[in-house]
């Protein structure tokens, strides 16, 4: 069984940076760990930073120049560098892997909230 679990969340200001990381818990085998999608209160998950089947990177369009995301494969771990936080980057932010070898994630972690305030 595989467990995603995050940590780096918090409050911050705006203009102030956060890094978020994910680990895999459990038998790592064959899991993808893809990256990092968000939801706000109210609105859809969103994606934030992922690493695709190609092993791209794509990011979402508001977070592009802001937001890094780089993998340790050795670790299996991926992280979140987020900078120049905007109070709209407040979120879950959540893990997301794909174990099933299909491109789209289907585990996901416990998510972590980033609070960004002006």
């Known amino acids: 069984q595989v467990h995603l679990v995050e940590s780096g969340g918090g409050l911050v200001q705006a203009g102030e940076s956060l890094r978020l990381s994910c680990a895999i818990s459990g038998s790592a085998f064959r899991v993808n760990l893809m990256g990092w999608y968000r939801q706000a209160p109210g609105k859809q998950r969103e994606l934030v930073a992922i690493?695709?089947?190609?092993?791209?990177?794509k990011y979402g369009d508001s977070v592009k120049g802001r937001f890094t995301i780089s993998r340790d494969n050795a670790k299996n771990t991926v992280s979140l560098q987020m900078n120049s936080l905007k109070p709209e980057d407040t979120a879950v932010y959540y893990c997301?892997?794909?174990?099933?070898?299909?491109?789209?994630?289907?585990?996901w972690g416990q998510g972590t909230l980033v609070n960004v305030y002006e």
């Open positions: 997301a892997a794909d174990r099933l070898g299909i491109g789209s994630p289907d585990a």
């Open positions: 690493f695709t089947t190609r092993q791209a990177t």
